[in-house]
T-cell receptor, first 109, second 114 residues
Framework: GQQVMQIPQYQHVQEGEDFTTYCNSSTTLSNIQWYKQRPGGHPVFLIQLVKSGEVKKQKRLTFQFGEAKKNSSLHITATQTTDVGTYFC?????????FGAGTTVTVRA | EAGVAQSPRYKIIEKRQSVAFWCNPISGHATLYWYQQILGQGPKLLIQ????????DSQLPKDRFSAERLKGVDSTLKIQPAKLEDSAVYLC????????????FGSGTRLTVV
C-alpha cells in the first residue's frame, strides 16, 4: 500500500522566520490534502491539491504539488505563534487517504 | 453547519474490558471513517464506510474491533476485549464523497487502557 513520509518530524522556528515541510509518497497520488492539528485538538482540513505542479496560497501558507504527483510541500512565511501545531499531509489513491506522521512546529517568541 | 459529533470525550478502562464509541457525521456526508491516532503519530485508518456499506476495513483488528453504521448515518466502534496497546485517540471523520473532498474530524475519544 501507499506510504506517505514527512520531513522534518520537528521544526523549531523563531517567530518571524520562514520554514518548509515536505511530504513524499511511494506511489503516484490522485490528490494530496494538508491538515493542521493544534495541541490537544483534532486534525483540521487546510487544503487539497489535485493537479500536477499545482500551487495554492492561503495567506502566509503556500502549498505545492509536485510535477510527478508524488511529493508536496508546505511553506510558511513570517511564522507566528498561532502557527504552532502539527501539520499532516495525507495522500489519496482515490480510495483511501493515508496520513504522514506529521511535522510538529514550535515557535520561539 | 454542525460538525462531527463524538462521544465520550474520554474513557479509562481496564484491559480485557469492552468499550464503545459513537459518532454522528455531518448531515449529507456519505463517507464515514474511524481513525486511530497514537500519541506522536499520524492518524491510521481503521475502517471506511460509504453510506452503510464497508469500503475498507483492511487495518481493523477484527478479532477485537468491530464497527457498524446503521442506516448510513451514525456509527459505533467497539473494542472487546481491550489491550494496553489500544490506548489512543479514536477519531471519527466524514466527507461528502470519499477522498475527493476534505475530511471533517470530530474531537475524538481519548481511550486509556490500564
Amino acid at each position: 500500500g501507499q506510504q506517505v513520509m514527512q520531513i522534518p518530524q520537528y521544526q523549531h522556528v523563531q517567530e518571524g522566520e520562514d520554514f518548509t515541510t515536505y511530504c513524499n509518497s511511494s506511489t503516484t497520488l490522485s490528490n494530496i490534502q494538508w491538515y493542521k492539528q493544534r495541541p490537544g485538538g483534532h486534525p483540521v482540513f487546510l487544503i487539497q491539491l489535485v493537479k500536477s505542479g499545482e500551487v495554492k496560497k492561503q495567506k502566509r501558507l503556500t502549498f505545492q504539488f509536485g510535477e510527478a504527483k508524488k511529493n508536496s510541500s508546505l511553506h510558511i512565511t513570517a511564522t507566528q505563534t498561532t502557527d504552532v501545531g502539527t501539520y499532516f499531509c495525507a495522500g489519496s489513491d482515490d480510495y483511501k487517504l493515508s496520513f504522514g506522521a506529521g511535522t510538529t512546529v514550535t515557535v520561539r517568541a | 453547519e454542525a460538525g462531527v459529533a463524538q462521544s465520550p470525550r474520554y474513557k479509562i478502562i481496564e484491559k480485557r474490558q469492552s468499550v464503545a464509541f459513537w459518532c454522528n457525521p455531518i448531515s449529507g456526508h456519505a463517507t464515514l471513517y474511524w481513525y486511530q491516532q497514537i500519541l506522536g503519530q499520524g492518524p491510521k485508518l481503521l475502517i471506511q464506510f460509504q453510506n452503510n456499506g464497508v469500503v475498507d476495513d483492511s487495518q481493523l483488528p477484527k478479532d477485537r474491533f468491530s464497527a457498524e453504521r446503521l442506516k448510513g448515518v451514525d456509527s459505533t466502534l467497539k473494542i472487546q476485549p481491550a489491550k494496553l496497546e489500544d490506548s489512543a485517540v479514536y477519531l471519527c471523520a466524514s466527507s461528502l464523497q470519499g477522498t475527493f473532498y476534505g475530511y471533517t474530524f470530530g474531537s475524538g475519544t481519548r481511550l486509556t487502557v490500564v
